[in-house]
């Protein structure tokens, strides 16, 4: 799903120019692993009790970049960011990268990990200028239909609503990706009339979602 520009994380389009301004956020950071939601529509009911959702390690990195890297080469349009751009960060940046996703107060990355610690999904969001930004969304096609998108939001509106109760929340979808439609929307996201060209695919077009503040909707959303 595409992301709003993020200025030095994967996937930013930094031409548009957003600062990150993030607040340092109040509260306990809600990082301990969820448990699995039952999801309205999975194909499988059970098969999401084989998924932790948690948040993302700091020593996690090369998991976290060969995830990153997949999603790009696998669902191109669904985001800002090219294969060919991140492909090209040193190891370093991936690092940094991850530990911001780990240990931030106002970033934060969650990831859905198989039994065997594979990562198979993630989401992310930043703060800035006071709103939140959600990027990155995405789950490996062998492991979708299984709830785990739902459960990736769910997490990241809960962690939003405990450390950053206030802000409002942002994201940008290409409308050709309906099940992420389908997941933003049931999570209380509407469109708000704000369309942009997706940028590396000139006939593409992402078009900004939008919620208010609180947690996740239900346990069923």
């Avoid at 997949?70 to 040193?90: K, Q, V």
């Avoid at 930043?126 to 959600?134: I, L, P």
């Avoid at 509407?190 to 979602?209: I, K, S, T, Y």
Wanted: hydrophobic share 35%; aromatic share 6%.
């Amino acid at each position: 799903m595409p992301e709003s520009s993020v200025p030095g994380l994967p996937g930013s389009p930094d031409s548009r120019g957003r600062r990150d301004r993030s607040r340092r956020s109040k509260g306990t950071l809600p990082d301990a692993e969820s448990p699995p939601r039952r999801m309205s529509g999975d194909a499988n009911p059970e098969s999401h009790q084989q998924i932790t959702v948690r948040r993302l390690r700091a020593d996690e990195w090369q998991a976290f970049r060969d995830l990153r890297l997949a999603a790009l080469r696998t669902d191109p349009l669904a985001f800002g960011s090219t294969l060919s751009r991140e492909s090209t960060y040193s190891d370093q940046k991936w690092r940094n990268l991850c530990n911001d996703g780990a240990t931030g107060t106002s970033n934060v990355t969650f990831v859905a990990a198989d039994p065997s610690g594979e990562l198979v999904g993630m989401v992310g969001t930043f703060s800035a200028e006071g709103t939140s930004h959600v990027w990155g969304m995405w789950t490996r096609p062998h492991r979708r239909n299984q709830g785990i998108g739902h459960r990736l939001m769910n997490s990241l509106l809960d962690w939003i609503a405990t450390c950053l109760p206030e802000v409002s929340i942002i994201l940008d979808v290409n409308p050709s990706q309906e099940a992420a439609v389908r997941i933003y929307a049931s999570a209380g996201f509407h469109f708000n009339g704000v369309e942009e060209p997706l940028g590396h695919d000139p006939p593409a077009v992402v078009r900004q979602m939008v919620r208010r503040p609180g947690r996740a909707l239900s346990e069923t959303a």
